[in-house]
């Protein structure tokens, strides 16, 4: 890897935790800090050499010793990371997903940190697309949730607060990401509650008529776009999913086939807010990043389905 030394904001959740792995695993020296908000101990607690601040990142403690570390990178994977969550308050989403952030992007510019990651969120800065797969260039309309409108604004305070410094950035817009050590309460937890009921023979939910479509792109795939990304001078905008247009009822009866569970979905009514389509153009990340997913649905969701029954 090109770099030495990494900040992992969110290092103890379901994402950062596979890419502190990843990063270790390449002998990088790694720096988590985490406020256990959604994040587990559990997740990183048997990983060696790796330095663990469990804390908020805005607090003077972290910002200290994160200027002490003095990262080459860092990768902002904090986040309040429930949509629901943040319509029911707001403020703690603002106080996690943009007011923190910004205290951090202020000590990052004053020490030799390089480049700043940034997950950001396919499906949720926007509105409703009018174009599917959805490319950067296609994004419209406003987010329909304060997760939405902060991960937006933070994507603007970076772009600004950057420009003029020694550090680039990467922000990478999400798809829905999914695999082992998801919480089944955050954006793709759709994946995890299905095949958690599934194999307890216990009947799923679906909201409305399961028609809506997402894109589901495997968590491996996600690390590996994270790190690439932070490997280029260059500042990034983009997305990071697979194109590939799944409805839900698609992706019960794949769940369905490989947990072999033989029931229907119990249907409820559609929920408020819910985008009806949401699928990401890879294009432009496949070129810069020279990336690309390598899991298909079949293949992420029976290295879940493997995991959950080793828990
Ligand atoms: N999972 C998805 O499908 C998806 C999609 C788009 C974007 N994202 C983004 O990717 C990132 C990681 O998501 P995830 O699915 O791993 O969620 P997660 O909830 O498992 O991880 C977020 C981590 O941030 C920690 N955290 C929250 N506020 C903090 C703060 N102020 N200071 C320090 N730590 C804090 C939490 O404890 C948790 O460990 C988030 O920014 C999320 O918004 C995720």
Known sequence: MKFEKALVTGGAG?????????????????LVVDNLLTGKKSNIDKLDNVEVLYDDLGSDASLMAIETFNPDVCFHLAAQSSVVISVEDPLLDFEHNLLQPIKLLQKLIQTDCKKFVFSSSGGTIFGEPDVIPTSEKDYAGEPASPYGVAKKKLNDFIKLMVQDENMSYSILNLANVYGPRQDPHGEAGVMSIFTGRMLNNETPIVYGDGNQTRDYIFVTDVVSALIKSSETDDNLFLNIGTSTETS???LVSIIKSITSWEGEPDYKPQREGELLRSVLNNE?????????????LNKGIQELVDWFKNE
């Open 14 to 30: 379901f994402i950062g935790s596979h890419l502190v792995e990843e990063l270790l695993k390449h002998n990088v020296k790694v």
């Open 284 to 296: 432009k990340a496949k070129k810069s990043l020279n990336w690309e997913p390598e899991y298909n």
């Open 248 to 250: 839900v009822n698609e």
